[in-house]
């Protein structure tokens, strides 16, 4: 699926730094996900916005905030990340909560 | 909540051969998608399938959602199917999509 755009592809930062992730569809899809990947697990829902309203946080700390400014775009604000947090994030959306997912390619991120 | 299990956890095959990727879920789901994830980590969408048999090439699938399990075909396997293959299930319960444990494939040339 290439139609949800993710950037940037690969990422390393920080523990003390503050960088976003981003993500865009223009399917016209009314929610849009937030997942984190470790290496050689499944895929572990972070957040949901269904509306451009946050509809799910799955006991995320702090140091990630979500923000969806319109339909189309996804936001991930990172600050005073853990090495741990390194994972592959990934973004998807639907047209609705119980309707296909659609994954955007994702962005590897190494917090060092 | 609702487990998702998936088998077998690893799978070698040589190019050419048959499979059956199985996924086992725990409770009722409203929804179930299969996904294959290629060695650069792109989830590419397989299957929504949520109840029946579809077909999409070298690759079928099958949900019985009354005896709670699904199973994904991929014939004539070729090295580019490399790579994990995941169930997703949406339940209305959780109200989210609930992803397998996965399956491991390797296809030797």
């Known amino acids: 699926d290439t139609e949800v755009t993710q950037t940037p592809k690969h990422l390393v930062m920080g523990m003390t730094n503050k960088k976003s992730l981003k993500c865009e569809q223009h399917?016209?899809?009314?929610?849009m996900y937030w997942y984190k990947q470790k290496a050689k697990k499944p895929p572990e829902l972070m957040f949901v916005?269904?509306?451009?309203?946050?509809?799910i946080n799955e006991s995320v700390p702090s140091r990630f905030s979500p923000e969806c400014p319109n339909s189309s775009l996804l936001n991930l604000h990172l600050h005073a990340l853990q090495p741990e947090d390194s994972a592959l994030y990934l973004c998807?959306?639907?047209?609705?909560?119980?309707?296909?997912?659609?994954f955007g390619n994702g962005t590897r991120l190494t917090v060092t | 909540g609702i487990q998702v299990e998936q088998s077998p956890p690893d799978l070698i095959l040589q190019e050419g051969a048959n499979s059956t990727l199985r996924c086992n879920f725990s409770?009722?789901?409203?929804?179930l998608q299969w996904f294959h994830q290629n060695p650069w980590g792109q989830l590419i969408n397989l299957f929504y399938?949520?109840?029946g048999t579809k077909q999409n090439g070298r690759l079928s699938a099958t949900t019985v959602a009354t005896e709670r399990y699904s199973l994904l075909y991929i014939s004539s396997s070729q090295t580019t199917d490399s790579g994990v293959y995941f169930c997703?299930?949406?339940?209305?319960?959780?109200?989210?999509?609930?992803f397998g444990t996965g399956t491991r494939l390797k296809v030797l040339a």
């Open positions: 998807a959306s639907s047209q609705g909560n119980n309707s296909p997912l659609h």
């Open positions: 399917m016209g899809h009314r929610a």
């Open positions: 916005y269904s509306y451009e309203k946050l509809s």
């Open positions: 409770d009722s789901v409203n929804n």
């Open positions: 399938i949520p109840s």
């Open positions: 997703a299930c949406f339940t209305s319960g959780t109200y989210k999509y609930i």
